[in-house]
């Protein structure tokens, strides 16, 4: 079926709306001429001086209809005419003065990359797919003009959905390019410290929840690290990670949770409910506040470390790493400086918010002996403050203040001493390397607890030499203050002691 309409006397407008009326006709009627029409449309279209644009936009999204209804049917000369017709359309405003629908940049390239995603060879795994071509010079050409971030990102957010979306496509290293390239201009990712990564002086756009998930698949590390070890997400990964902590819809932010923890951490609740948010198909983020506040333990940046581990405890209360380096930042805060304008009761209640959170810790591993160390030794240091403030300023002590050290002086012996008990007398594995740190510790405390019990405390003190004796430690005759030898120290120490 051939209809023919006569433009003779009409107007640039009428001619196009007829045409365009045109085109439909044959699509309804299931006619492939539609595909003909609707090109010779766009290019009569894109021959004009001035561009309309709402009429542009509506033969672009007919354009694709087509597509979607013919492309079985499609004869080869039928794709190279719209494939031509469409770099026409990407192209068209590099001459033209740019649309006041900035829709118009950026969708005919969206279109293009469907095309060619479409026709694409799924079977040749060796060569890059040309749709992801596309959408690197889709970004270059954008960006050559200040644009590749125009209608809130659009085209951006589109390439990083696609890319991200696609286990495929990640395995081809242009893909990596595209998405390092898209995240600095879209979010402000990275740094524009290679040929493949320019910078267009975009303006960062705000994370959508939506597209978090697949953005924080692709980012994060492969294995979660712990509270001890030496990797952790980097600062470029950090800034992004922020921005999907400000994207977390509010329903699912565990406030009540976080409260409840604020208020057990501070001895006002003896228990804290088990209630969670359900996530939903965003729980492969759950993890998200854990590496933030691994991020800040490992930048000693302690304030913001428990802020996002209380987070993450919050969604995941049987996380050990995330209570133990709570603990551990807790620990740090305590200022145990012997200055007399110290508030004592201020680093009393830190100091018992740090122990909450090492007991916490040693309850879901009581074996793990950095932690069993460390909380010992913390309490064993709580303890000498008690005893130092005692002894040098009772003169300026009250009532009060003077029986809360006296109580928590002798508490933090005893907590100390069930530290280090259960691994000298084999109720916990420990490691051999550090035994002898267990004797000595111990030791320390029965000598506070019980200075009259000689030799009991000095057993602990023989013991310990013993284990570092057969580590071999060694006894030169001079020590590098810098770089002393290995367990030189520790075993001049014990022969003191």
Known sequence: MCIHIGTKGKTCDETITQRFYLSQAYYHCDQLDSIGSTVDLLQYLLQQPTLSEIMYKKVLDHLEQVWIKFQKKMLPWHLRRIIAILISCCLAFEKRVAPTDASLLTYPWILFHRIMMDIEDSDDELTTPHSILVLKLAHEILGRYKKCTVENGRFLRYTLQVLLGSEKYLEYAES?????????????????????????????????????????????????????????????????????????????????????????????????????????????????????????????????????????????????????????????????????????EEVISAADSAI??????????????????????????????????????????????????????????????????????????????????HHYMLGKVLEKAQPEEFPKFCKQYLKSAELLAKSAAPFPLKINYYNPPDLALEAIEMHYR
């Open 356 to 437: 909450r959170s090492f007991r916490r810790a040693l309850a879901l591993e009581p074996e793990n002996m950095k932690i069993r160390i460390e909380f010992g030794s913390f309490v064993y240091s709580m303890h000498s403050f008690c005893s130092r403030a005692i002894k040098g300023r009772s003169d300026l002590l009250d009532l009060t203040t003077f029986a809360l050290l006296e109580e928590k002086k002798d508490a933090f012996l005893t907590d100390a001493k069930k530290c280090f008990e259960p691994v000298v007398h084999g109720d916990c594995p420990g490691d051999d390397m550090e035994g002898w740190l």
């Open 176 to 344: 990596d390019e595209v998405i390092e390239h898209s995240l600095f201009c879209l979010y402000g990712y990275g740094r524009a410290k290679t040929k493949a990564i320019r910078d267009h002086c975009a303006n960062p756009q705000p994370l959508i929840w939506a597209q978090c998930a697949s953005l924080y698949k692709y980012l994060r590390p492969e294995k979660l690290p712990e509270f001890d070890s030496y990797f952790g997400i980097t600062s470029e990964t950090r800034a992004i990670f922020y921005g999907m902590c400000a994207a977390v819809p509010e329903k699912l932010r565990p406030r009540s949770r976080f409260a409840e923890l604020e208020s057990w951490q501070a001895g006002k609740l003896q228990k804290v409910l088990e209630e969670t948010p359900d996530w939903g198909d965003m729980k492969e983020m759950c993890d998200l506040y854990y590496l933030m506040g691994d991020f800040h333990f490992k930048s000693k940046e302690w304030e913001s470390a428990i802020e996002y581990y209380m987070y993450d405890i919050a969604l995941n209360g049987e996380r050990f790493d995330s209570w133990a380096a709570m603990a551990l930042a807790r620990a740090e805060q305590v200022n145990l400086d012997s200055d007399n304008s110290l508030n004592i």
